[in-house]
């Protein structure tokens, strides 16, 4: 398709629909610095002949989808904490071995298997931290969310308690 086609000829899948209307909207939105109100977005998809019951609907499947992007995002930087912890303790400890090494014979001879031996575990554990696709993933995220929403309820639930008991 070339830019000198008349309007009546051109036409668009809906996956080019989507895509030139998200670019239009974040340059109107750039252009502006402003946010859109839900009566703007109502409006959009009135003039795009969306109704107002699938705006609700796509609306809530994109705050479920947000919220499990916020909650990927929260589990990824947990994970990398956790990792740098990891790696920090691997550094201390192979640091001491070979000073002691040192130390007690003047060459480094024996803590070098150690070292090494520790690189590899360390290695394993770059590995699965920055593997985030898979089935192992998936499962730690799941574990992770599990945990993570039990001890949401479970604080709710004590902070309710306790405004109770102030009361």
Not at 22 to 31: E, G, K, P, T, V
Not at 54 to 66: F, G, P, T, V, Y
Request: hydrophobic share 40%; proline share 1%.
């Amino acid at each position: 398709m070339t830019a000198f086609e008349p309007n009546s000829l051109r036409s668009y899948s809906q996956e080019d629909v989507h895509r030139i209307l998200q670019l239009a909207i974040a340059r109107q939105a750039d252009d502006q610095d402003k946010d859109f109100s839900y009566e703007q977005l109502l409006e959009i998809a009135t003039e795009l002949q969306i109704s107002p019951d699938n705006l609700k609907l796509a609306e809530i499947d994109w705050r479920s989808q947000h919220n499990e992007l916020r909650q990927r995002q929260a589990f990824n930087t947990y994970r990398m904490t956790k990792f740098k912890k990891r790696a920090g303790n691997y550094a201390i400890v192979n640091a001491f071995l070979l000073l002691i090494d040192f130390v007690g014979g003047g060459t480094i001879t024996w803590s070098l298997y150690l070292l090494l031996f520790c690189s590899l575990a360390l290695g394993l554990d770059v590995w699965n931290t920055f593997q985030t696709k898979g089935e192992e993933y998936e499962m730690a995220f799941q574990r992770w969310n599990r945990k993570h929403q039990i001890k949401q309820t479970i604080n709710s639930f004590v902070n309710k308690w306790f405004k109770a008991l102030q009361i």
